[in-house]
């Protein structure tokens, strides 16, 4: 049986619940620090990423909490974060 006909199945980006259970520890820091407004480049500094991980890693994240731009991931941080 195919996981996807499993009914416990849920894709990653729509888990229900709280997205602080959905986010790598990782995640949250990004999260945090681009809240915060820290530049990508002291971000990728202090988890030594290159750009192109860091910029894919924000991209996932964008799409695993439903925001269609940065803007709107930024905006909802706080929530997120709580």
Do not use: Y
Not at 9 to 25: C, E, I, K, T, Y
Not at 64 to 79: T, W
């Amino acid at each position: 049986m195919p996981i996807e006909s499993d009914p416990r199945f849920v894709p990653r980006a729509r888990v229900p619940g709280p997205a602080r259970h959905v986010l790598s520890s990782t995640d949250r820091r990004i999260l945090q620090w681009l809240e915060e407004g820290r530049p990508h480049a002291q971000i990728r500094r202090r988890l030594h990423l290159g750009k192109a991980t860091l910029d894919e890693r924000i991209r996932r994240l964008m799409a695993r909490l439903a925001a269609s731009c940065r803007a709107e991931l930024l905006e909802n941080c706080g929530k997120i974060l709580e």
